[in-house]
């Protein structure tokens, strides 16, 4: 009988009503998520910005109001903070090097973070790298192992040889016309081709380009900006 009262009532509000009451029901689940995020939080004991523990948005606060990069305000915080700092709800940052080998073993079975690996594979969530659950990407281990087996790391070893050839060759040629050569990119080139070639038996050529300005080289900069 609730129910019906409510359905009947609903379309009576003014759009005024409406706004207000979808506001103050806004603001009302934030204000709730932020103090269960800063005081009953499974992580509430671990010490950090408290703008941090409370939502997300402290990200959106260094990069737009204070101007700060995250990778700089980390060094910051550990000092402040100590070695393990929560940098956002369900995030803690490690900088001591012991933690790497707690986190990334064999052992642990945890699910990766959806927010930062589908950010990578929106469309593609069933590739290898962006599959999140332990259990899915279990399967697809299993069936991608014997590729990184010894012997098949051996086996690719005349594979790396060849395009270290090529790559000496070409800043040969380039030091003899004294041409400069761009040794980053040099190197990009030369792991972006090894891969093509393993993984998609397709040379890129990357090496060959003039100054290693590889057209797929430079999409992969294009769109992954972090790559440097």
């Known amino acids: ?132 659950e332990y259990t899915q990407a279990k399967k697809r281990k299993d069936l991608m192992t014997s590729f990184f087996s010894r012997r098949a790391i051996v086996n690719l070893q005349s594979l790396v040889q060849e395009k270290v050839d090529q790559l000496c060759d070409v800043l040969t040629r380039r030091h003899e016309a004294e041409l400069e050569s761009n040794i980053g990119l040099g190197i990009k080139a030369f792991a972006l081709d090894t891969i093509c070639s393993f993984c998609f038996a397709f040379d890129a050529q990357s090496i060959q380009a003039p100054g290693f300005a590889s057209p797929v080289l430079h999409a992969l900069h294009t769109a992954l900006p972090m790559l440097g």
């Open 1 to 132: 009988m609730f129910m019906q009262d409510v359905l009947v009532k609903l379309p009576q509000l003014t759009a005024t009503e409406s706004f207000w009451i979808l506001l103050t029901g806004w603001i009302t689940w934030t204000l709730t998520e932020w103090l269960y995020n800063l005081y009953l939080h499974p992580l509430k004991g671990f010490p950090g910005p408290k703008l941090a523990a409370m939502s997300k948005w402290w990200r959106v606060y260094l990069d737009h109001v204070t101007r700060e990069r995250l990778s700089e305000k980390l060094f910051v915080l550990h000092e402040i903070y100590g070695d393990v700092v929560r940098i956002g709800p369900n995030e803690l940052h490690f900088s001591h090097p012991s933690a790497y080998h707690q986190i990334y073993n064999s052992n642990n079975r945890w699910t990766k973070d959806p927010s930062l690996y589908h950010a990578f594979a929106e469309k593609f969530r069933s590739s290898s790298f962006s599959i999140c």
